[in-house]
């Protein structure tokens, strides 16, 4: 387990250590190029543009590629200021390390942007990038890392990736003074390399000003004017500097550990640290010319090939935390030997030959650093025309060619092309975006176990409890294992070995914090560190199963819950909505939100209400009303979203927030319609409270919003509930529901549930890169009215083209666990991924979803899908699998109308 195993002391030679030591202690501070752009003289600027199209900030690696492609977009009146040089920040010290697979398909397409921009600037500009195409290489020293490996492998088949899996003897084969005693496996990537940064950032600040952008270094920003419009929405003004103010209505913040000082001039929170990060430079090394670059996850190092020498460096446990100085440029701190000696033994373990080899230099540089570790991008919920391109936690180079391009279409065009939620800092709600606490615990987290194996189910330990809703101490008591998103605690899954309580954050017992020993939560969570199926797998099936047969209550109170109200309610509902909102009020739809390229923002349901007589599941407006009700993992995005479209097109209404002060109990099954009407006086009959339909209510004396719908694929109504009655609630329905052999269950059963019976997980089944059409939702967009709606131009060209990927389900009957990212085969041809896979239990097999692409780039159709033979390709491992092009559960819809006549599959 990471925490117990994260620092190994490793075999080595005494005396090949206390030489380096030596050798260290001696060394002096430098970057390992030959090339650093301070040594080259600079006037200082005699004035600025008076006004621009953008005004990019910072001169490092991001700044440099965002202006490259917003000039390539035609943004030729973009200004890039730098208050030093070019590079002088954190550019100039990285290690420059390029790697092509990550366990991400977006991350996997933005490097090869990065890796493909890096191999083409020389051509373009005549400069050398300082590209060097040796190689990378992955240490495994166990098989659940050759595993996560395998499926790096795996993925990177659908984007032409070369990977291969080796074993140690093919490892010493390719790499003589690799020692291999204790490797597992390895797994090569030949594609991989270095960049060198003052080359790469010459090349592209070179063809951005040829294209009529201008560099203006020796130029600090002193603020940033905004203003409010007539509508109340602020946006970006101008740009102050000493030179003269730039008026502009776009500012692009790509200052890295400095982007919190720069967002406090427009009133936006930039949620990022600085830690110094390090790494040493050795002497030359006989033989290690030509070979790839390391990465020994396990042991948290790497080693780049630095001509005929060694780079060494990795992430610590313990990270020097630091505040940087606004002057500080082209600047490095001392080597702090008791923090960096963690990687030493590591690194004379695997090359053991460095051990006996000088060190030429240090390099001990600030970087910025995310709570999630992943970068800050996209425009800010806070400040219209305020985009944030900054906090890139050592994956500058490799980022910056993709997240750049991605940027510029953010700031050209209204969104990205990829879906860059992962990356979007609306993937953050605003909530904790400025809290001191969350940023330094989270983000220290994230540092520490940056080389972790990514298991699919692992969650922080980190600034946990931060939003609870009214249900927390009850569930927790009952074995909850709980999951965060954007702070709130939502059940995962029950265990039914007690509680399991979650401890304030220990640091993994550095910086004088004491260990939290026992730990019962974390132990709850290592029980997922596997690509097996996970010892509580039937826990989580009886969960499941007591949903199908008889009744289940699931606390989903996290949810963003918002009202659409005002006189132009109905037009923004419209316009910003793909289904039909010209509906009766008591209706309840489920919808999806697109962008300008009918990309889906998110699906959700939205009921169309008449005013109440007060409190937050009725609250009292003018006119007619619409409830907005969105998964609240992506709260934060829904909310700017609906706000920003709102703001475009200047509608005169107000989205009020419920979020903190509602409950969601969501009651499905076989059993929940006579379980509730034992509580209620309403009728919940077909005829009275149909499907998709919602209305104010009494459950055990206290009213509630209630809307007959399931996102599991049963009977069932979700209970809207204000927090004072949740608790009273909750007891009535479990007191009634006893007869019915309820059980509480959590998200990783809604996870299963909702696959099995074909229901969408916005994020992975459908993306902002996805349209409705592609992945199965065309019902959602009222293309037969005459009714405009946000990204329905698109939408109506896509039809008429056809599709060229399309969304299927496939199940395999290897009792194998599936968890996304899985290789799809068909025939000879790998022709996609799984977005996302889970185990069906009433179907009794592990099952997928992911889109399938043509492999000549034509229209996908239902006769393509049917006619091939499928494989689905697990840790390396080719099964055969079924195409599903309907759920293969209950796929005539007839259990969520409570029509029970046909057994489960798996009692079949």
Request: with cysteine; net charge negative; hydrophobic share 35%.
């Amino acid at each position: 387990m990471w925490r117990a195993g994260h620092v190994i002391g490793r075999l080595h030679a005494s005396v090949s250590r206390t030489v380096l030591v030596r050798n260290l202690t001696k060394a002096s501070s430098g970057v390992p190029y030959d090339r650093v752009i301070k040594d080259q003289p600079k006037d200082l600027p005699q004035s600025v543009p008076s006004s621009a199209d953008v005004v990019v900030i910072g001169g490092g690696v991001i700044g440099c590629a965002t202006m490259y492609y917003l000039t390539k977009l035609g943004v030729g009146n973009t200004v890039l200021l730098e208050k030093d040089d070019l590079t002088a920040g954190t550019t100039w010290h990285t290690a420059g390390l390029v790697w092509r697979l990550r366990p991400n398909d977006i991350d996997i397409q933005l490097m090869a942007c990065s890796r493909g921009l890096m191999m083409s600037l020389e051509e373009e500009t005549g400069v050398d990038t300082g590209w060097i195409n040796n190689g990378g290489l992955f240490i495994a020293s166990n098989k659940e890392r050759l595993d996560e490996y395998k499926r790096l492998m795996s993925l990177g088949k659908f984007f032409g990736i070369e990977s291969h899996v080796l074993g140690p003897e093919e490892t010493k084969k390719l790499y003589p003074l690799l020692n291999v005693d204790d490797v597992y496996g390895t797994l090569y990537s030949p594609g991989d390399g270095t960049i060198d940064p003052a080359g790469y950032c010459t090349a592209m600040t070179r063809a951005a000003t040829n294209r009529g952008g201008k560099v203006i270094t020796k130029c600090p920003v002193q603020g940033i004017q905004t203003g409010q419009n007539d509508h109340g929405t602020t946006r970006v003004e101008a740009v102050d500097t000493p030179y003269g103010t730039i008026k502009t209505n776009c500012v692009v913040n790509c200052t890295g550990v400095w982007a919190p000082n720069i967002g406090q001039m427009a009133g936006v929170k930039v949620p990022l640290l600085a830690m110094r990060h390090a790494y040493i430079v050795t002497e030359r090394i006989e033989g290690i010319q030509n070979m790839p670059n390391v990465r020994d996850h396990d042991a948290s190092l790497y080693l780049k090939l630095q001509g005929d020498a060694l780079s060494v460096g990795g992430y610590e446990p313990n990270p020097m935390f630091c505040e940087v100085e606004n002057d500080f440029a082209f600047s490095l701190y001392d080597l702090d030997w008791d923090v960096f000696s963690v990687h030493i033994d590591g690194a004379v373990n695997r090359v053991p030959v460095i051990g006996e080899t000088g060190v030429k230099s240090t390099v001990c540089g600030p970087e910025s650093f995310t709570p999630d570790h992943k970068p800050l991008l996209g425009e800010s919920p806070e400040v219209r025309g305020f985009y944030h391109g900054c906090g890139f936690n050592s994956m500058g180079m490799n980022g910056s060619a993709g997240c750049a391009q991605e940027l510029a279409r953010w700031v050209v065009n209204g969104r990205p092309s990829l879906d860059m939620y992962g990356y979007d800092i609306r993937r953050f709600t605003q909530k904790l975006t400025d809290h001191p606490k969350w940023i330094k615990e989270r983000s220290h987290e994230a540092y520490a176990k940056n080389y972790s194996i990514v298991y699919p189910h692992d969650e922080p330990l980190a600034s946990r409890d931060m939003r609870t809703d009214a249900l927390h101490e009850i569930l927790r008591a009952k074995g909850c294992v709980f999951q965060e998103r954007e702070g709130w605690e939502r059940p995962g899954w029950y265990s039914l070995d007690g509680p399991a309580k979650l401890l304030d954050y220990d640091y993994y017992g550095y910086y004088d914090y004491k260990l939290n020993n026992p730990n019962i939560y974390n132990d709850r969570l290592t029980l997922d560190y596997t690509f097996d199926f996970p010892s509580h797998h039937d826990i989580i099936g009886k969960e499941c199963l007591t949903c199908r047969e008889k009744v289940a209550i699931f606390d989903m109170s996290y949810f963003g819950k918002y009202y659409l109200t005002g006189p132009d309610a109905q037009k923004a509902a419209d316009w910003i909505f793909s289904n039909d909102m010209a509906k009766t009020v008591g209706t309840t739809v489920y919808t999806c939100m697109l962008n300008s390229r009918g990309g889906v923002e998110s699906d959700l349901t939205v009921s169309i209400i008449e005013p109440g007589t007060g409190g937050p599941h009725a609250p009292k407006f003018g006119g007619t009303g619409f409830y907005v009700a969105v998964g609240g993992g992506a709260a934060q995005h829904n909310y700017t979203h609906i706000k920003t479209a709102m703001e475009d097109m200047k509608f005169v209404c107000d989205l009020l927030n419920h979020s903190d002060n509602m409950g969601l109990l969501s009651i499905q099954g076989p059993h929940s319609r006579d379980l509730l009407q034992s509580l209620t006086d309403a009728d919940l009959g077909n005829a009275a409270f149909p499907f998709s339909t919602n209305k104010v209510l009494k459950i055990a004396g206290h009213e509630v919003r209630a809307l007959r719908l399931s996102f599991v694929g049963e009977l069932g109504w979700e209970l809207h509930v204000p927090n004072e009655s949740c608790v009273p609630v909750y007891n009535a329905v479990m007191e009634a529901g006893a007869k019915y052999g309820i059980v509480d269950a959590g998200y990783r059963a809604i996870d299963s549930l909702s696959i099995e019976k074909g229901y969408r997980h916005w994020h992975a089944d459908i993306r902002p890169d996805d349209t409705p059409l592609e992945g199965g939702l065309g019902f959602t967009c009222k293309l037969k009215t005459a009714t405009p709606f946000l990204g329905r131009e698109a939408i109506e060209k896509q039809k008429a083209e056809g599709v060229k990927r399309k969304i299927a389900c496939f199940t395999i009957d290897e009792h194998v666990p599936l968890h996304g990212l899985e290789a799809i085969w068909r025939d000879d041809a790998v022709v996609g991924f799984l977005r996302r896979a889970d185990y069906a239990f009433a179907l009794g097999k592990s099952i997928g979803y992911g889109y399938i692409h043509h492999p000549n780039g034509e229209v996908v159709t239902s006769d393509f899908l049917k006619t091939g033979r499928y494989k689905i390709e697990h840790l390396g491992t080719e099964f055969p699998a079924h195409i599903h092009l309907k759920s293969p559960f209950d796929p005539g819809n007839k259990r969520v109308k409570g029509i029970y006549d046909t057994p489960l599959p798996i009692q079949k």
